[in-house]
């Protein structure tokens, strides 16, 4: 059948575990060459049926504390697995296990998943990675599906606009998804250090504990107190809890800025997108440039200076998603205009019938003959496969849209300025693109 095929191709055929087991063996069987690409190993009884899963994780918390294995490594491995595994059936269709597990699925990602066959006994182990790999191949083959449905159709100006979405959307997220890297980065660099640095806290605390339970037993000889009393000392000297204060306050004044940066990169994504917000709104269009300028920024920042002059808007009646796509459209190809390091200058203002924004690059400029053509849907003066020809022609006919006009200067060697104008006061009726 199918669906079984499917999740077959997935399975690893894992010798499991035995109950019977001790910590130390199962450890040294994850550290073979054959299972370092587990993140689990199964345990089962007699009847072949998965009772448990242990982990590398939970192994590697116990063996990192100090004298870990000699304490605990002669326990047996009930003491450390998950008795209620992620188990799948062999019959069950890649979809439906997909929908299983990542329902079940419990992050950080630490084990793996049990495959079992219709009698429920064990036959192997998957990785969620790659069920995502089979699952990536699967949407890719109903992706190719879906663009040749696109290619036997007459090209619309509502299929040009929708390709064009997905191109912004796709930049959008590869450029938040690197800019939230940086920050995890130290975030996750802090937690670690934090743990580090802890640890001879945990010693010290444990040593003084042991000190004050022999200070209050009058069976606690000289010999046991003079012990604890010295291990209490060398704890409190490695410890130096003193030398840590300027350091901890340090590594949590980081953590906390890299997470405040995360909040702004998904308020912004938030705010960029509009997914909470109606299609057609009253914004002040400098909220829609400093939304874009986050979604943004990993394209400028290494390309060029961004100079802000934001002066005060009314609010204006739009589909703020769609002015948000025309403006990343706009930073991002003065960005790509810009040779070396250069300078964007934004700037915004408003008279009594309607807003200006200014996007104004010193990049390479373009001669009258690209000038003139710049607005045609397909046309481009990238290399084949870097651009699809459509941005400024769907920003053209969005503003134009709105009831307002989208004009542009270029010299070449001097740069481009781009202008948007949007009236005040919208027409009767707009035509929102798809």
Known sequence: M???SALSRLLKPVAPLLPTMSISDVADRLLTPEHKAFLSLPVVDAAERPVGLVSRSKLQDIFMQRFGRDLRGRHPIHEVMNPAPLVVSLDTSLDNAAKQITGQLQYPITEDFIL??????????GTVLDLLKAMEARIAQRNAVLRK????????QTQLVQSEKMAS?????AGVAHELNTPLGYVKNNVELLRELSAPLFLLAETQAT???????????????AQALEQAASAREQAAPELLVEDLSQLFSDTLYGLGQIAELVVGLKDFARLDRAMSEEVDLNDCIRSALVIARNSIKDKAEVVSQLGELPRIACAPSQINQVLLNLLTNAAQAIDGFGQIQLKTWADEAAVFVSVQDN??????EVLARI????????????GTGLGLSISFKIIQDHGGLIRVAS???RGTRFLLRLPRAQAAELKWSA
């Open 2 to 4: 199918i669906a079984a």
């Open 116 to 125: 079992v066959d219709a009698a429920g006994r064990y036959r192997g182990i």
């Open 149 to 156: 449905a696109l290619v036997d159709l007459k090209e619309s």
């Open 169 to 173: 959307l796709g930049q959008m997220v």
């Open 211 to 225: 000190l004050a339970d022999c200070l209050n037993d009058p069976a606690c000889s000289e010999t046991d107190l």
């Open 363 to 368: 990049g390479r400029g373009m001669p009258p």
């Open 375 to 386: 607005f045609d849907p397909f046309f481009t003066t990238k290399p084949v496969g870097q």
């Open 411 to 413: 010299e070449p060697g």
